[in-house]
């Protein structure tokens, strides 16, 4: 719409009273101002409507109460908080990532508050003289893993079974496990039952346990207990997990791991049926086929024995070992002794992780009818080269000397992680997947 008001001066000029062209004007606007009103409506209802479906901001606090017991309110909400939401599986590669250094970082709990962690991981207790190990947070590139919420992580064992299935390094996980969650249960309230291959750590308060149980190939072996030191003797019953399932049988949460204990060599010696016949019943098979067929007998039982809509079955990866330090740029080291941070090129994948074996892992869970959670924590413990328990533990039940720690080169553990320590990482991880 335009209007041609000619100027005073023109030729034949009609001359339009100001009157008119106010109420034209006045019109004009009158209209615009409806049009704008009608479309705001309509952009406000359908705003409202998105809004009643998102949740709700928490409205200000009108009450004059004091800011000390509504902190306290607040941090009562936060130990039952489900706080999943930062944390998709889905979208979250926990394997990729660095270790950030966090000063004022304190561990939940430690080797001298926690009655239930083995000497064998004590580092502190045994004198390890710096603690700088405990104050790296790993921090994945893509999303962030909520902290270990001790609460929130027995509200979802409640009335449940929780048991950790593997050998020495899954056992120091649930340790872990055990010393993250035990000091909020009251001493009356907690029990611990432990025998050769199976403990039982019981929070009477939740209804729930904490369980290991001892299985360092998940098949049957002849060096499960009593461990045989000479690895050429040690037998793999690669087609059998009967004598020990039944432990397994009936729990909410698994959680499986082996590794280490099939890295004695090159190759492995496999049975099939009895151990009646000895050696002479075994064949030596290349270690990762040897492998495939015992995660495939352990697979089986999976799939033919447990419920996935009752039971959630989670597979960890193994653990790196660091006993070659020109691995990480040191070829004068002394394997993980003195090594006080984790290595920070994120490329890094030493020698005492084998890929091979991964893809082994992958492709049995892969062809597996129930789902099985594979929690890969190798890539993020590979870094770590200063968190095992190096010299400041003990073997065969007793504590290395003075002379055995200052030959670290013969003594230093450098497959075993202190408590606290790295494991608690892996169970934060955990928790987030539960």
């Known amino acids: 719409m335009s209007f041609l008001i000619p100027n005073r001066g023109a030729v034949g000029g009609t001359k339009i009273p100001l009157s008119i062209i106010v109420l034209v004007l006045c019109g004009f606007m009158f209209f615009v101002l409806l049009y704008t009103e009608r479309i705001s409506l309509m952009s406000s209802s359908s705003s409202s409507s998105n809004f009643l479906r998102m949740k709700s901001c928490p409205r200000k606090n009108i009450n004059s109460k004091p800011k000390e017991k509504v902190r306290e309110k607040r941090s009562e909400k936060l130990d039952v908080l489900d706080d999943r939401f930062e944390f998709d599986p889905e979208e979250c590669n926990v394997a990729a990532g660095k270790w950030v250094y966090n000063r004022s970082a304190e561990p ?8 239930y962690i083995d000497r064998q991981f004590s580092c502190m207790k045994n004198g390890r003289p710096e603690t700088d190990y405990l104050r790296w947070e790993w921090q994945p590139d893509d999303c962030t893993i909520p902290r270990f919420n001790p ?9 449940k079974r929780l048991l950790f299935v593997g050998d020495s390094l899954q056992r120091s996980q649930w340790e872990s496990f055990v010393c993250l969650v035990e000091s909020i249960i009251p001493e009356a309230e907690k029990s611990m039952e432990r025998s050769k291959k199976y403990f039982v750590f019981k929070a009477k308060e939740y209804n729930a346990s904490i369980e290991f149980y001892w299985a360092p190939f998940l098949v049957e072996s002849n060096t499960d207990l009593p461990v045989i030191l000479d690895m050429k003797k040690r037998i793999v019953k690669v087609d059998s997990v009967e004598d020990r399932s039944k432990y397994w049988e009936g729990a909410d949460i698994l959680v499986f791991n082996t590794y280490v204990w099939w890295m004695s060599g090159l190759r492995m010696k496999a049975l099939w049926g009895s151990f009646g016949n000895g050696e002479r019943g075994a064949e030596a098979l290349d270690t990762p086929v040897a492998y495939r067929l015992g995660l495939k007998t352990w697979a089986n039982w999976v799939d033919s024995t447990v419920d996935s809509n009752k039971t959630k079955v989670f597979f960890t990866t193994m653990s790196p070992t660091h006993s ?45 009818a129930t789902h099985v959670t594979v929690i890969n924590i190798t890539q993020l413990s590979e870094y770590r080269i200063d968190a095992h328990t190096s010299v400041y533990t003990e073997t065969g039940g007793k504590m290395l000397t003075a002379e055995e720690r200052a030959d670290p080169m013969r003594h230093a553990d450098c497959i075993h992680w202190c408590l606290p320590g790295l494991p608690d990482t892996w169970n934060r991880i955990l928790l987030a997947y539960l």
């Open 108 to 115: 939940v709990y430690t080797d001298e508050s926690c009655p």
């Open 151 to 159: 609460k929130l992580a027995m509200n979802k064992l409640r009335g």
């Open 324 to 368: 070659r330090s020109a691995d990480w740029g040191k070829p004068n080291g002394t394997k993980c002794f003195n090594e006080t941070e984790p290595v920070k090129d994120k490329r890094f994948w030493g020698t005492g992780s084998n890929k091979q074996m991964m893809k082994v892992v992958s492709s049995v869970v892969k062809h597996m």
